[in-house]
T-cell receptor, first 112, second 112 residues
Framework: EPEVTQTPSHQVTQMGQEVILRCVPI?????FYWYRQILGQKVEFLVS????????KSEIFDDQFSVERPDGSNFTLKIRSTKLEDSAMYFC??????????FGSGTQLSVL | GESVGLHLPTLSVQEGDNSIINCAYSNSASDYFIWYKQESGKGPQFIIDIRSNMDKRQGQRVTVLLNKTVKHLSLQIAATQPGDSAVYFCAESGNQGGKLIFGQGTELSVKP
């Protein structure tokens, strides 16, 4: 199973601050995804990224969110001005040739 | 619209018994289905998947059944063990981008 490392495991920030969540897939993959999970709720799709551009995004992924692969390896999710309701577990996922998505262990974001 | 949901939020079984976790989906265009296991504080872990051209697929101690007529998916776990205690999510996909839509989740509790 492909390994997906996410950093940090926990992030605490003040409302209005910018945060960057990082994902490091160990090997090359075709598709990259960000999902989030608010405590006790289901896993929600945020964005998919293919060939260095966004291929699909959800309504949650508004102008405050952005993604990029700055060095061809790391895959980042940036939230420009965090809100209280952004508090959630954020998961990076990758996909190879099949439809299976493999998830990282997540970053727990707490906005105070 | 697209939605995937679960019939029961919690399921409690005795160790050694078989478990059945159910899932209903509404998008008849979905052609790929997948079950994930999520332990506390971790990311979703792949269990088993099935394409819409099949109605049954077996893995190690797990079986997924797909009934496209009633848009129903189930996960059967044989000889349930304490280590199977987790939240189980079904997810479905119907587009090239591979975005998965998750259901609400069922919490499986295994009593010794």
């Amino acid at each position: 199973e492909p390994e997906v490392t996410q950093t940090p495991s926990h992030q605490v920030t003040q409302m209005g601050q910018e945060v960057i969540l990082r994902c490091v897939p160990i090997s090359n993959h075709l598709y990259f995804y960000w999902y989030r999970q608010i405590l006790g709720q289901k896993v929600e799709f945020l964005v998919s990224f293919y060939n260095n551009e966004i291929s699909e995004k959800s309504e949650i992924f508004d102008d405050q969110f952005s993604v990029e692969r700055p060095d061809g390896s790391n895959f980042t999710l940036k939230i420009r001005s965090t809100k209280l309701e952004d508090s959630a577990m954020y998961f990076c996922a990758i996909r190879q040739a099949t439809e299976k998505l493999f998830f990282g262990s997540g970053t727990q974001l707490s906005v105070l | 619209g697209e939605s995937v949901g679960l019939h029961l939020p919690t399921l409690s079984v005795q160790e050694g018994d078989n478990s059945i976790i159910n899932c209903a989906y509404s998008n008849s265009a979905s052609d790929y289905f997948i079950w994930y296991k999520q332990e506390s504080g971790k990311g979703p872990q792949f269990i088993i998947d099935i394409r819409s051209n099949m109605d049954k697929r077996q893995g190690q101690r797990v079986t997924v059944l797909l009934n496209k007529t009633v848009k129903h998916l189930s996960l059967q776990i044989a000889a349930t063990q304490p280590g199977d205690s987790a939240v189980y999510f079904c997810a479905e996909s119907g587009n090239q981008g591979g975005k998965l839509i998750f259901g609400q989740g069922t919490e499986l509790s295994v009593k010794p």
